[in-house]
């Protein structure tokens, strides 16, 4: 790894693919969101290779990426889709040191969708489950999604969870936020052997997310999707103090970039053991991953 500025290399737990074949499924409305709003360039935006976007993992000192293979909404509906679990397995295929696999959730899709979780875990070697509950409109605590919450609690994997405001990602669809960290207190009561990773930090509610990481011992923080540099100072005493057991490192690349993230965290100047945990070792822990 060139770069040296930290005690550990980093694992990123929350990367989406930029793939030409990973952007074949995403629907043509994004420009807006992704270049207009959260300012990502032109050339990440129309797609990179994996080989690229290794060379900037290694340039911000990220040596492990877990890729997100997502179900963005119900099927058949405006703007939803659903990137195939393949397309993800292929690239941990193909840098099975680099890449770990998260398989995506869409509570509508019942039993069988259970069963492609099962199969993706079992069969594809991925390390985890992920879900976006604003696009289902439905919140954390919902029945729909206890069979999956049952699955991966059989399997012994972990799920990550976006809480939070959601924004407007297509204008054919616009989303409540359902996302209040609060309702992971129902889940985790009813699942304890079950680790549950709220991402995104929880913001405007970052201090639910904070207090259901402090009361449940299977509820961990995420802290992808917003620059370290504007998290809220709650979140940055947090990790320094009390939770730096609970907080997971991630970018929600292409959201933020890799190099800005890790430049960004520098700054807050966390303890050298804080910064360990926070970019490495809690992640290995929650999933299992040794070392």
């Not at 000192?61 to 890729?67: M, Q, S, T, Y």
């Not at 996302?179 to 052997?193: K, M, N, S």
């Not at 011992?217 to 979140?235: F, I, R, T």
Request: hydrophobic share 45%; proline share 7%; with cysteine.
């Amino acid at each position: 790894m060139p770069n040296t500025k930290f005690p550990v290399a980093a694992i990123d737990a929350v990367v989406n693919i930029q793939t030409a074949e990973a952007l074949s499924h995403r629907p043509p409305d994004r420009r807006e969101f992704y270049v207009e709003k959260l300012g990502i360039d032109e050339g990440t935006f129309n797609g990179i290779s994996l080989e690229d976007m290794l060379q900037r993992m290694d340039e911000a000192g990220i040596e492990k990426a877990f890729l997100v293979a997502p179900k963005i909404g119900r099927q058949g509906l405006p703007a939803a889709y659903h990137l195939p679990y393949q397309v993800v397995a292929d690239a941990v295929q193909a840098h099975p040191d680099r890449f770990y696999g998260l398989a995506g959730i869409d509570p509508f899709e019942g039993m069988d969708g259970v069963r492609q979780l099962e199969h993706a875990v079992t069969e594809l070697g991925f390390i985890g489950a992920h879900v976006y509950p604003h696009w289902f409109e439905l919140a954390p605590d919902h029945a729909k999604y206890y069979p999956f919450y049952a699955k991966c609690a059989e399997l012994g994997v972990p799920i990550q969870m976006q809480v939070g405001q959601s924004l407007v990602y297509s204008k054919a669809s616009p989303m409540r936020s359902v996302g209040q960290p609060i309702t992971l207190d129902a889940v985790a009561c009813d699942f304890p052997e079950l680790k549950l990773i709220g991402i995104h930090i929880g913001i405007p509610w970052h201090d639910e997310m904070i207090a259901m990481a402090w009361k449940h011992a299977n509820v961990y923080m995420g802290c992808d999707a917003h620059a370290p540099k504007h998290w809220p100072q709650s979140v940055v005493q947090y990790i320094n103090s009390y939770g730096q057991d609970k907080v997971i490192f991630g970018t929600d690349f292409p959201v933020i970039d890799f190099a800005r993230a890790m430049r960004d965290i520098a700054g807050h100047g966390f303890k050298p053991a804080v910064l360990a945990k926070l970019l490495r070792h809690n992640v290995e822990r929650v999933y299992g991953l040794g070392g």
